[in-house]
Nanobody, 129 residues
Framework: QVQLVESGGGSVQAGGSLRLSCAAS????????MGWFRQAPGKEREGVAS???????RYADSAKGRFTISQDNAKNILYLQMNSLKPEDTAMYYC???????????????????????WGQGTQVTVSS
């Protein structure tokens, strides 16, 4: 079982940058898919970026060219570097993995052949204009 803990959110002005981190309590490496999702008030949770079991990275159209997902396998940390932030990027950002959670899954999202059922608590990103 793996527990995920996000950090790095905050408030920035449009055009600024933030780096989100997701610390996993156990090795995830290339064994599991891992991804970043976000949810704005009144909207559904949406995928932002992911790393597949084979290392393939995928990005939502809204994130392409601005966000970069990466993984430090030695430290069991997933990152999301976000540049050129826009007010529409404002949301709660969640780290997720397709590995059994410590507690029963509260949400399951199937995307790109991965079943994301293990979620962190989220970190808030607010971008002001």
């Amino acid at each position: 079982q793996v527990q995920l803990v996000e950090s790095g959110g905050g408030s920035v002005q449009a055009g600024g940058s933030l780096r989100l981190s997701c610390a996993a309590s156990a090795y995830t490496g290339r064994t599991y898919c891992m991804g970043w999702f976000r949810q704005a008030p009144g909207k559904e949770r949406e995928g932002v970026a992911s790393i597949g079991r084979d290392g393939t990275t995928r990005y939502a159209d809204s994130a392409k060219g601005r966000f970069t997902i990466s993984q430090d396998n030695a430290k069991n940390i997933l990152y999301l570097q976000m540049n050129s932030l826009k007010p529409e990027d404002t949301a709660m950002y969640y780290c997720a993995a397709d590995v059994a959670p410590v507690h029963p899954a509260t949400m399951v999202v199937v995307a790109d052949g991965c079943v994301y059922k293990n979620w962190g608590q989220g970190t808030q990103v607010t971008v002001s204009s």
